[in-house]
């Protein structure tokens, strides 16, 4: 990728963010964080995730 085209997909990217409404940016933010998987998961795997959710339900 050419530097020329670099620049112009950051601008655009950052002329689209800013002309966005506040509002309607942190609802994409918030979905995005709802979106993403536990620490656990993430870090560790499946097994330790579905260990310490199978120790919550017993509780």
Do not use: C, H
Request: proline share 3%.
């Amino acid at each position: 990728m050419k530097t020329n085209d670099y620049v112009k997909y950051i601008t655009e990217t950052v002329v689209k963010y800013i002309d966005q409404p506040k509002d309607e940016r942190i609802k994409i933010k918030q979905e995005r964080k709802e979106g993403k998987a536990s620490f656990w998961y993430r870090w560790f795997g499946l097994l330790p995730y579905a260990f310490i959710s199978m120790k919550k339900k017993r509780r």
